[in-house]
């Protein structure tokens, strides 16, 4: 069983930055994928981006690129995901999410372990 802890949400102003953290324990992660999804009040969950523990490949929805970057810490078993010049658009509960496999897929049914999400506020 995966366990994630998600944090570093928080408020903040229209073209400001933030930095989340996914802290993961409870196995070796070489041959998942993590990801970050959000959901807005009202919305469905939507894919944000998504990296290989393995190799480091990675993927974005068209809605960050340029903005947010995923990285991973291999000795810390952490995942990050900086935004910059966030938008208000942006405001959602973010959560991390796991997958055994190589595939960086963009639907969370494909991703078997959450976190319990963090709110990031934009105000405008």
């Known amino acids: 069983q995966v366990q994630l802890v998600e944090s570093g949400g928080g408020l903040v102003q229209a073209g400001g930055s933030l930095r989340l953290s996914c802290a993961a324990s409870g196995r070796t992660f070489s041959n998942y994928v993590m990801g970050w999804f959000r959901q807005a009040p009202g919305k469905e969950r939507e894919f944000v981006a998504a990296?290989?523990?393995?190799?480091?490949?990675?993927r974005y929805a068209d809605s960050v690129k340029g903005r947010f970057t995923i990285s991973r810490d291999n000795a810390k078993n952490t995942v990050y995901l900086q935004m910059h010049s966030l938008k208000p658009e942006d405001t959602a509960v973010y959560y991390c999410?796991?997958?055994?496999?190589?595939?960086?897929?963009?639907?969370?049914?494909?991703?078997?372990?959450w976190g319990q999400g963090t709110q990031v506020t934009v105000s405008s």
């Open positions: 990296i290989r523990w393995s190799g480091g490949s990675t």
């Open positions: 999410a796991a997958r055994s496999g190589p595939g960086l897929f963009g639907i969370p049914n494909e991703y078997s372990s």
